[in-house]
């Protein structure tokens, strides 16, 4: 018996479910038939997963009648632009989208993000799937409306919140990734687990080796357990004026690293995931500072990072980072340039607050401690 999940993201009249399962994508023509109102399909996806996964979905779609019009972007974070997002706009139009059709993104997050933004513009706002085929995608970035793009002042600063009609996760197209992307998509979901669920942690700990062979069931708990727990913060604070921050946990350190090391790091190269997995280290060594959280649980913390196979110290990455520079870029990160930081910080495993007064200077002190350079 093949297994599916529901998660319902519940919003009022912009609900939806996010579809979780083992070839789930082969009811694809089923689930989206509420929201199609004529039988052309707009898909968008990129050249890696165009060579991989789209033909499977094509020929899904295709099989049902649908006729489908395809538009690929290049692979990567630098699709994520205002450039990228014109073409991408241009092509749809060029392509006569009409205002009832349906997009669908079929992708990692760069996808899923310009697509989305592309979708919420057009027509002054579509409809929009998704069908995210990484780890990371299929546990954060395809669920919750948040849509963006990136600008040469930091990541994401311009977008928009524009919810999906119906998010499908296929747990088989993980193996499609590389074990390095595998293990940097575990980064998200220890962010979950760190940040309000104890027992999940555990039980983490004691499936990664599962999990990184990539198992069917041990993937769709991991996953299900995840979309519950982002669909719980997202109702509560669509808007991100509150309890939403939360999910940010180990990210404004995160993106501060990628910034400086895929910038200045000497052609070293770091992964969304792995900076966050250093980003939540950080995060629980920063909250013993405060005397907030525990020794214990900062090393449990780092341990599970570790047996996912990811980086626990910048360090070990490079050498060469400055703190002003990474202090500099956590400012851009939270789109502000006072002296207060907003950080996400621990009481324990399971208990994240937000702390908007971590001062510059702390940090600075922090992280010269953490062995990076004045
Ligand atoms: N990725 C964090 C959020 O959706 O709020």
Not at 26 to 50: C, H, N, Q, Y
Not at 150 to 156: C, D, E, I, L
Not at 169 to 188: P, Q
Not at 190 to 209: C, M, P, Q, T
């Given at each position: 018996?093949?297994?599916f ?6 919003l ?10 083992e070839?789930i994508?082969?009811?694809l023509?089923e689930?989206i038939?509420?929201?199609?109102t004529?039988k052309k ?6 050249e890696a997963?165009?060579s ?11 099989d049902s009648?649908?006729?489908l ?13 205002f450039?990228?997002?014109?073409i991408?706009l241009?092509e749809?139009?060029?392509?006569n989208?009409e ?7 079929l992708?990692?997050?760069v996808?899923g993000?310009l ?8 027509y ?35 977008g928009s ?8 996760a296929?747990?088989n197209?993980l ?9 940097a ?7 979950y687990a760190v940040?309000?669920?104890?027992s ?7 499936n990664?080796k599962?999990?990184?062979?990539l198992?069917?069931e041990s993937l ?10 982002k ?10 004026q ?8 180990g ?16 052609g070293q190269?770091?992964?969304h995931?792995?900076?966050i997995?250093?980003?939540i280290?950080l ?6 500072d405060?005397?907030?959280?525990n020794?214990e649980d900062?090393i ?10 990811l980086p626990t ?11 002003s ?12 340039s006072d002296?207060?930081?907003?950080l996400?910080l ?10 908007n ?18």
């Amino acid at each position: 018996m093949r297994e599916f999940r529901k998660v319902k993201v519940d919003l009022g009249d912009k609900s939806y479910h996010v579809h979780i399962g083992e070839n789930i994508v082969d009811l694809l023509p089923e689930i989206i038939s509420p929201f199609v109102t004529r039988k052309k399909i707009f898909l968008v996806s990129d050249e890696a997963v165009g060579s991989t996964i789209l033909p499977r979905v094509r020929k899904i779609l295709e099989d049902s009648g649908f006729e489908l019009s395809v538009i690929l972007v290049p692979s990567g974070e630098k699709s994520k632009n205002f450039e990228q997002l014109q073409i991408l706009l241009s092509e749809l139009l060029d392509n006569n989208i009409e205002r009832r059709d349906i997009v669908i993104a079929l992708g990692g997050g760069v996808i899923g993000d310009l697509v989305g933004f592309a979708s919420s513009i057009l027509y002054r706002g579509i409809n929009f799937i998704q069908i995210p085929t990484t780890l990371l995608a299929q546990v954060d970035s395809s669920i919750g409306g948040k849509t963006a793009i990136n600008v040469k002042q930091g990541k994401n600063l311009v977008g928009s919140f524009h919810q999906p009609k119906i998010v499908v996760a296929d747990v088989n197209f993980l193996s499609t990734l590389s074990l390095r992307e595998v293990k940097a998509g575990f980064a998200e979901v220890i962010k979950y687990a760190v940040l309000g669920d104890r027992s999940f942690f555990d039980w983490l700990s004691e499936n990664s080796k599962k999990l990184l062979k990539l198992n069917t069931e041990s993937l769709i708990h991991a996953i299900e357990t995840s979309c519950k727990m982002k669909a719980k913060i997202v109702k509560e604070d669509e808007y991100e004026q509150g309890k939403r921050v939360l999910l940010n946990l180990g990210h404004t350190f995160g993106h501060a690293f990628e910034k400086s090391v895929n910038t200045n790091g000497e052609g070293q190269s770091i992964l969304h995931g792995e900076a966050i997995g250093i980003g939540i280290c950080l995060a629980a060594k920063l909250s013993e500072d405060f005397e907030e959280s525990n020794i214990e649980d900062s090393i449990a913390i780092e341990k599970l990072v570790a047996d996912f196979g990811l980086p626990t110290n910048i360090l070990d990455i490079s050498k060469n980072l400055k703190i002003s520079e990474v202090i500099k870029f956590m400012k851009h990160d939270k789109k502000r340039s006072d002296d207060k930081n907003t950080l996400i910080l621990l009481k324990g495993i399971g208990e994240a607050f937000i702390h908007n007064d971590v001062k510059d200077k702390d940090l600075a002190r922090f992280l010269n401690n953490q062995g990076l350079k004045k």
